[in-house]
């Protein structure tokens, strides 16, 4: 029986395409060979086949004991063959050989060549394919938040940029700064926060207040985008009634500062010469603010909303 699939597949991916026994470097053109043949009684184990030319497997087969000339290969032999060319491959990458017949471009590419001058090749720089692919993975974990945030899905798309947050602290490539970048890891936190909060309002829980409760965002963090718009104000009052309405989180600030505080940032939204401000935004504001209004006797019965003037 020949050797399996994934058997010659392993086989031939160590070896590089290149044959174990000449390092030939031989594309398509390349057999996986029985060291001890099944005749002989070999198996078709990954430690009984050596991937090798047309030629070379030619002359293995070839090898007439009854008429000798030359010296035959022995299994002992080709397995040296092929754990030399093995561990090339492994530590020095399948390039190896060609950078060594640059080196040596009026002699054959023979064992001898190749060994008095590997030494002195220097070891390729590695490419850091680890932080590379979280790079890749963030980018799509990125836009597929994008997508489900289009589609009014907060929780999938907070859990899918969360996914993107923790690929990027996780990461040594500082790419993920660049200030025009529309996946800006300042702006991808934004866009967290902001889901966080529409899913809170959706779904209010405890655990969520407490998460956006600690992420730490003001509108000094805020600023590092050089300016505060409309949208913004009014996701820092739906994070103020998130505090507000969670007990455990509002007595980190008296009442009535809390309470100054969302007044504030409603004349902020409601302001006139807000150049971006929308009707829809104003809209969700008031509707935040009544219930505010409706919340806040349960809380404390002397506080009393201050009256703005428009």
């Known amino acids: 029986m ?38 002989d009684g070999g198996s078709n184990e990954p430690e009984n086949g050596i991937p090798v030319c047309f030629d070379c497997h030619a002359n293995i087969k070839h090898y007439n004991s009854k008429h000798p000339r030359g010296t035959k290969y022995t299994p002992v032999e080709l397995q040296r063959h092929r754990e030399r060319m093995f561990r090339w491959i492994e530590e020095l990458g399948p390039v190896v050989f060609d950078l060594v017949s640059q080196q040596v471009i009026s002699h054959p ?9 590997i030494d002195d090749i220097p070891k ?14 963030y980018r799509r974990y990125c836009s597929a938040a994008w997508d489900s945030e289009q589609e009014g899905n907060f929780f999938e798309a907070a859990r899918r940029y969360r996914t993107a947050l923790e690929l990027a602290s996780s990461d040594s490539v500082n790419d993920y700064h660049k200030p025009r970048d529309a996946l800006n890891i300042s702006i991808i936190t934004n866009k ?9 309002n959706k779904r209010p829980n405890n655990e969520l207040a407490r998460e956006l409760f600690n992420m730490g965002i003001n509108e000094g963090i805020l600023e590092q985008k050089s300016y505060l718009n409309c949208r913004d104000y009014f996701y820092l009052l739906l994070q103020e009634k998130c505090f507000l309405f969670d007990e455990s989180i509002r007595q980190h600030e008296s009442l009535e500062l809390r309470v100054g505080r969302f007044a504030e940032l409603m004349e902020l939204i409601e302001d006139r010469h807000c150049n971006d401000r929308v009707e ?24 009393v909303y201050p009256e703005r003037e428009l």
């Open 124 to 137: 390729p720089t590695p490419v850091p394919l680890t932080d590379r692919a979280k790079a890749a993975r």
């Open 109 to 117: 590419l023979t064992h001898e060549n190749i060994q008095s001058t």
């Open 192 to 200: 967290f926060w902001i889901c966080c909060l529409e899913e809170w």
């Open 280 to 303: 829809e935004l104003v809209f969700r504001a008031k509707e935040l603010e009544n219930e505010f209004r409706a919340f806040l006797p349960s809380i404390s019965e002397g506080l």
């Open 2 to 39: 020949p050797f399996s699939k994934k058997v010659r597949v392993d086989l031939i991916f160590r070896s590089g395409r290149r044959c174990c026994v000449c390092a030939k470097f031989c594309g398509v053109n390349i057999e996986v060979d029985h060291i001890v043949q099944e005749a």
